[in-house]
T-cell receptor
Framework: GQNIDQPTEMTATEGAIVQINCTYQ??????LFWYQQHAGEAPTFLSY????GLEEKGRFSSFLSRSKGYSYLLLKEPQMKDSASYLC???????????FGSGTRLLVRP | GAVVSQHPSRVICKSGTSVKIECRSL??????MFWYRQFPKKSLMLMAT?????????EQGVEKDKFLINHASLTLSTLTVTSAHPEDSSFYIC????????????FGPGTRLTVL
């Protein structure tokens, strides 16, 4: 079966580092994605990992451990505009379809 | 970045009517598009994979006769919600796959469907 878990909600203080975790159990693995979604809007792509290790992209970084079925999204110097839902998604195979986790609602406070 | 549009952005209809939602890739050809449904404060649930020139592939539990998908061209996929009922009210989002950039799936802005 497929299972992708994320914390439901998190809060962060402006300027601090926030880490959002994602664990997954899927029948296959062909990449892990992180998306940001503001309420009522479409998800926007943040990062992609297919090999173990850290991928850095501006204020966002994403880490993957395939052996542990684990990823995290790291946000440096969060700002109030970063308050949104963060979605972890796994691509299981070559069909390119994504299986999404339940999403983490992040609230950044001043 | 690649742009995907959806039309309409919002639709309100009476129970029993059918609603068509369009998904277009504006600056690339998309042989594959995906349709998702999202309920309030929930994540995206994949409904079906739309393939240009062939039948859509539906996820388990999604009624193909209720959610008709047509992918007649390389830039357009349509989702028709037939005989809509209040429980079909949701946020419908499409995404398009640019095969030259397969590690970035591009999402449309979504369509808010409310069935009265």
């Amino acid at each position: 079966g497929q299972n992708i878990d994320q914390p439901t909600e998190m809060t962060a203080t402006e300027g601090a580092i926030v880490q959002i975790n994602c664990t997954y159990q899927t029948s296959g693995f062909n990449g892990l994605f992180w998306y940001q979604q503001h309420a009522g809007e479409a998800p926007t792509f943040l990062s992609y990992n297919v090999l173990d290790g850290l991928e850095e992209k501006g204020r966002f970084s994403s880490f993957l451990s395939r052996s542990k079925g684990y990823s995290y999204l790291l946000l440096k110097e969060p700002q109030m505009k970063d308050s949104a839902s963060y979605l972890c998604a796994v691509r299981e195979d070559s069909s390119y379809k994504l299986i999404f986790g339940s999403g983490t609602r992040l609230l950044v406070r001043p | 970045g690649a742009v995907v549009s959806q039309h309409p952005s919002r639709v309100i209809c009476k129970s029993g009517t059918s609603v068509k939602i369009e998904c277009r890739s504006l600056d690339f050809q998309a042989t594959t598009m995906f349709w998702y449904r999202q309920f309030p404060k929930k994540s995206l649930m994949l409904m079906a994979t739309s393939n240009e020139g062939s039948k859509a592939t539906y996820e388990q539990g999604v009624e193909k006769d209720k959610f008709l998908i047509n992918h007649a061209s390389l830039t357009l996929s349509t989702l028709t919600v037939t005989s809509a009922h209040p429980e079909d009210s949701s946020f419908y989002i499409c995404s398009a796959l640019d095969r030259s950039r397969v590690n970035e799936q591009f999402f449309g802005p979504g369509t808010r469907l409310t069935v009265l």
